[in-house]
Nanobody, 120 residues
Framework: QVQLVESGGGLVQAGGSLRLSCAAS????????MAWYRQAPGKGRELVAT???????NYADSVKGRFTISRDNAKNMVSLQMNSLRPEDTSVYYC??????????????WGQGTQVTVSS
């Protein structure tokens, strides 16, 4: 019914930048909070940043001042601009969204993940 598709991952040197994007599609009435999570090898999934429909944002302490989350409500898209990347930012990044479907069912939906690798 609802899909999240991420794009923009890749390999970058420390200090560089990447921009991740995620588009929601399907039987969508509206999208509430959208977020980015990440999971490094052998570690649990951790929250990176969230953004409400109204644009309020929250960030993990480890990325504050370096990452910026934004969204386009008209396109049901969320982006994550990542600057000053560090090797410890290397992870699979996942898009997450709370979606209200056209049937008025609330779904928490995940993207398939996109790899970000930061070399030292």
């Amino acid at each position: 019914q609802v899909q999240l598709v991420e794009s923009g991952g890749g390999l970058v040197q420390a200090g560089g930048s990447l921009r991740l994007s995620c588009a929601a599609s399907g039987s969508i009435f509206s999208v509430n909070t959208m977020a980015w999570y990440r999971q490094a090898p052998g570690k649990g999934r951790e929250l990176v940043a969230t953004i409400s429909r109204g644009g309020s944002t929250n960030y993990a302490d480890s990325v504050k001042g370096r990452f910026t989350i934004s969204r386009d409500n008209a396109k049901n898209m969320v982006s994550l601009q990542m600057n000053s990347l560090r090797p410890e930012d290397t992870s699979v990044y996942y898009c997450n969204a709370e979606v209200i479907t056209t049937a008025r069912v609330t779904l928490v939906t995940w993207g398939q993940g996109t790899q970000v690798t930061v070399s030292s």
